[in-house]
């Protein structure tokens, strides 16, 4: 059975989160993004450009979840990153979204 988990570790500077989609990005299998694109650097700075236009600068910038799966699930990289896509759709629709699938 799958869980989901927010880090307690909040992003409180643009470059933390560039540190970050760079190791995410750079471990992953398969990559997903909903309205944004390109490297993390640009990833980065559209975050920062639609937190800025909608007045959401300041505190936590952004969140990371972890979705894990037990190896008795036998769920495959590619069938995790599909549930991961579905539940995104399902609970961030209209958000700026980076999905990483990693072993």
Known sequence: MAYVKSTSNPFKEN???INSLK???NKAEHIHT????G???GIAED??????????????LAHH???SFSPNDNVT???????????LSKVFPNYQVVLATHK
């Open 15 to 17: 470059k933390k989160i």
């Open 23 to 25: 190791y995410i990005m």
């Open 34 to 37: 909903e309205n944004c694109f």
């Open 39 to 41: 490297t993390p650097l």
């Open 47 to 60: 975050f920062e450009r639609v937190r800025k236009l909608f007045n959401q600068d300041k505190g936590r």
């Open 65 to 67: 979840f972890i979705q």
């Open 77 to 87: 990289p590619e069938h995790a990153h599909q549930i991961g896509i579905e539940f």
